[in-house]
C-alpha cells in the first residue's frame, strides 16, 4: 500500500490588532494537521482551543496503529470530536470564568490512502490542486445556512449582522454533528487550515495567488502579512501542508495558544 505524508508542512499563529490575546491553536505532523479558533472573553477561548488541541494530539496514536481497519480509524477519528468536547466541558467545570467558553476545530489527517477531514466551526480547509483552490469544509455558521436556502446571496455576507454566529461549535454541551469527509490522497495536493482571521480578510483568489507564486515558507508569511494588511481584526492561523509520498519524519508542533 502506497503511503502518504504531510510534506512539508509549515503553520503560524499570531495575535490580531485589536485583539489582547491569541485565542487560536493550531497542530502540526507528518499525518495530521488541525486549526481550533476559541471564543469566550477573558482566556476562556484560548483554554477552550488550547484544550482541544492538546486533547487531539493525545488521542493521535489511535490513527497510527495497523491493528485496526480503516474504518475503525475513521470511527477513532470522528469520537475524538466528542472527545474533546467532553474535556472542554471538564475544563470549564473547574472553573466558573471559563464558563461559556467554546472552540471551532478543523483537522486532517492521513489515514492510510486517504485524507480525512473532520470540522465543527468555521475555520476553514482548502486544497489546491493543479493551481485551482478549492473550500472543502462548510462553514458551520448563520450565513452559511441561509445562503444555503437561498435567503441571502454570496454579496450579502460581508455585510450580514450575524455572520460570525456560530450554528456549530465544540462548548462543552454534547449538542454537536461533527463532519468526517474522505477524500482521496493526491501526490502534490496542497492543503490550507485556517481560522477566520484569514479567510475572514482575504478571499479564495487572493490566497491562491499567494501560495501559487511561492514556497510554502514563504506562503505562509505573506498569507499573515496579507491579513495585517487588511487590519488583521481577529487572531490569524495559517497551515499549509503538501500531500507526498516522500514524508520526512520531523517532531509534532503546537501553535498559538496551544503553545504557551
Known amino acids: 500500500m502506497r503511503k502518504f505524508f504531510f510534506s512539508p508542512v509549515l503553520g503560524r499563529s499570531e495575535l490580531g490588532l485589536v485583539r489582547e490575546g ?14 481550533a479558533d476559541g471564543m469566550g472573553g477573558h482566556v476562556g477561548g484560548e483554554v477552550a482551543s488550547k ?23 475513521e470511527d477513532l477519528y470522528l469520537n475524538m470530536v466528542h472527545e474533546m468536547d467532553s474535556e472542554i466541558s471538564s475544563v470549564s467545570a473547574l472553573n466558573s470564568d471559563l464558563n461559556g467558553m467554546g472552540t471551532t476545530i478543523t483537522a486532517l489527517a ?5 485524507v480525512s477531514l473532520l470540522h465543527v466551526g468555521d475555520s476553514r480547509c ?10 472543502i469544509s462548510t462553514d458551520h455558521t448563520l450565513v452559511q445556512e441561509l445562503l444555503t436556502q437561498g435567503r441571502i446571496t454570496h454579496d450579502e455576507i460581508a455585510d450580514h449582522p450575524q455572520r460570525s454566529m456560530l450554528t456549530q461549535a465544540l462548548m462543552g454541551n454534547e449538542n454537536i454533528q461533527p463532519v468526517l469527509i ?22 479564495d483568489l487572493e490566497i491562491l495567488n499567494i501560495v501559487k507564486k511561492n514556497s510554502l ?14 487590519g488583521a481584526p481577529d487572531n490569524v492561523t495559517v497551515i499549509l501542508a503538501q500531500v507526498s509520498e516522500d514524508g520526512v519524519e520531523f517532531d509534532a508542533k503546537f501553535i498559538g495558544a496551544a503553545n504557551e
Not at 51 to 65: G, R, V
Not at 110 to 114: G, P, R, S, T
Not at 217 to 230: K, P, S, T
Request: net charge negative; hydrophobic share 35%.
Open 217 to 230: 515558507e514563504d506562503a505562509v508569511g505573506l498569507l499573515i502579512d496579507g491579513a495585517y494588511q487588511n
Open 51 to 73: 484544550t482541544a488541541i492538546k486533547t487531539l494530539s493525545k488521542l493521535q496514536h489511535l490513527l497510527d496503529t495497523s491493528e485496526i481497519d480503516l474504518d475503525s480509524k
Open 126 to 135: 482548502y486544497r489546491i490542486r493543479s493551481g485551482k483552490i478549492e473550500q
Open 110 to 114: 492521513i489515514l492510510e490512502k486517504n
Open 182 to 203: 474522505e477524500y482521496p490522497a493526491v501526490n502534490g495536493d496542497i492543503y490550507l487550515l485556517c481560522s477566520d482571521g484569514l479567510s475572514g480578510v482575504l478571499s
Open 22 to 35: 491569541n485565542e487560536d491553536s493550531g497542530f502540526i505532523s507528518t499525518d495530521l494537521i488541525a486549526v
